[in-house]
Nanobody, 122 residues
C-alpha cells in the first residue's frame, strides 16, 4: 500500500511563491499518474494538477500559467511549484495517485496524503 506525505505548506503573501512536495513510500510513484487536489474551508475538494508517467501535465484553469507540477521518480516525490499566489489559493493541498490513462482525466485514485495547509494573505 502506498503512503503519501505532503510537506512544504505555509503562510505566504499574495504574489509570492511556494513549493510543496509529496513523498511516497510503500510503493513506487513511477507506476502511477500523480495529482494534486485542494480543499478550501466550506468547499468541495477540487482538482489542481496532474502529471502522467512520461511527465505530461494538465492543470485546472484556475492555476494554469501559475502552478507547475513535476515528478522525480528516483526520489519517489511529486512537487507543485506555486507562483503568483492569490488569496483564493488558500486551501489544504492533497497528493493523490490518479486514475485513468489520459492526462486530462481528473478522477482521483485510491491513495491520499494527509494534506498540507497553504495560506495566502492579501
Amino acid at each position: 500500500q502506498v503512503q503519501l506525505v505532503e510537506s512544504g505548506g505555509g503562510l505566504v503573501q499574495a504574489g509570492g511563491s511556494l513549493r510543496i512536495s509529496c513523498a511516497a513510500s510503500g510503493g513506487t510513484i513511477g507506476t502511477y499518474a500523480m495529482g494534486w487536489f485542494r480543499q478550501a474551508p466550506g468547499k468541495e475538494r477540487e482538482f489542481v494538477a496532474r502529471i502522467n508517467w512520461g511527465g505530461s501535465p494538465h492543470y485546472a484553469d484556475s492555476v494554469k500559467g501559475r502552478f507547475t507540477i513535476s515528478r522525480d521518480n528516483a526520489k519517489n516525490t511529486v512537487y507543485l511549484q506555486m507562483n503568483s499566489l492569490k488569496p483564493e489559493d488558500t486551501a489544504v493541498y492533497y497528493c493523490n495517485t490518479m486514475q485513468g490513462l489520459s492526462v486530462f482525466t481528473t478522477t482521483p485514485g485510491a491513495y491520499w496524503g494527509q494534506g498540507t495547509q497553504v495560506t495566502v494573505s492579501s
